[in-house]
Antibody, heavy 120, light 108 residues
Framework: EVQMVESGGGLVQPGGSLRLSCAAS????????ISWVRQAPGKGLEWVANIRPDGSEKYYVDSVKGRFTISRDNAKNSLYLQMNSLRAGDTAVYYC?????????????WGQGTLVTVSS | DIQMTQSPSSVFASVGDRVTITCRAS??????LAWYQQKPGKAPKLLIY???TLQSGVPSRFSGSGSGTDFTLTISSVQPEDFATYYCQQTNGFPLYTFGQGTKLEIK
């Protein structure tokens, strides 16, 4: 069974940092692109970042470029999101999601999410 | 960047009704569109990919159509468990993705 479990969320002050983790199991992690998707309270979904299976290429939404860094450790079946210079607008539930790696590139498995709250 | 616009923002329906939700892309995306269902407090669930292909395990009352810039998600006969929020997502811009703003299906 495919499972993805996020952790690392919490309350952080503006300007602070946080590192999220996503532990994957039930599939060959190193074969898949993985994305981070976030959802602000009461709002819609926003794709944040993704990373190629071998970690060679990384892509970000403009609003987090230069502040967030996505990475992975295929030996540990884990995905990470280092978030620096956090702003109130980054407050959201953060999900990791698996890309199907077909031409359709949809997200067929998601974690349960971890809440990040940026507030003083 | 490709922008996705869903309409309506909310729709009211009764059990058994036929419901259609529309998603429009700011530029042509061929058939690279997915639909998700999200219930409160839960992660999104993939319903349809490549505009019209039903994900395994999804009931056949859900269907998708369209190509280019205009797409629809149809629920042929709404069931109680279908009341949720639905999102479209363009995947043509891989590895850069965009979601629509969501459509909330509510009980009439």
């Amino acid at each position: 069974e495919v499972q993805m479990v996020e952790s690392g969320g919490g309350l952080v002050q503006p300007g602070g940092s946080l590192r999220l983790s996503c532990a994957a199991s039930g599939f060959t992690f190193s074969d898949y692109c993985i994305s981070w998707v976030r959802q602000a309270p009461g709002k819609g979904l926003e794709w944040v970042a993704n990373i190629r299976p071998d970690g060679s290429e990384k892509y970000y939404v403009d609003s987090v470029k230069g502040r967030f860094t996505i990475s992975r450790d295929n030996a540990k079946n884990s995905l990470y999101l280092q978030m620096n210079s956090l702003r109130a607008g980054d407050t959201a539930v953060y999900y990791c999601a698996r890309d199907t790696m077909t031409p359709a590139h949809s997200f067929d498995h998601w974690g349960q999410g971890t809440l990040v709250t940026v507030s003083s | 960047d490709i922008q996705m616009t869903q309409s309506p923002s909310s729709v009211f329906a009764s059990v058994g009704d036929r419901v259609t939700i529309t998603c429009r892309a700011s530029q042509g995306i061929s058939s690279w569109l997915a639909w998700y269902q999200q219930k409160p407090g839960k992660a999104p669930k993939l319903l349809i990919y490549a505009a019209s292909t039903l994900q395994s395990g999804v009931p056949s009352r859900f269907s998708g159509s369209g190509s280019g810039t205009d797409f629809t998600l149809t629920i042929s006969s709404v069931q109680p468990e279908d009341f949720a929020t639905y999102y479209c997502q363009q995947t043509n811009g891989f590895p850069l993705y965009t979601f629509g703003q969501g459509t909330k299906l509510e009980i009439k």
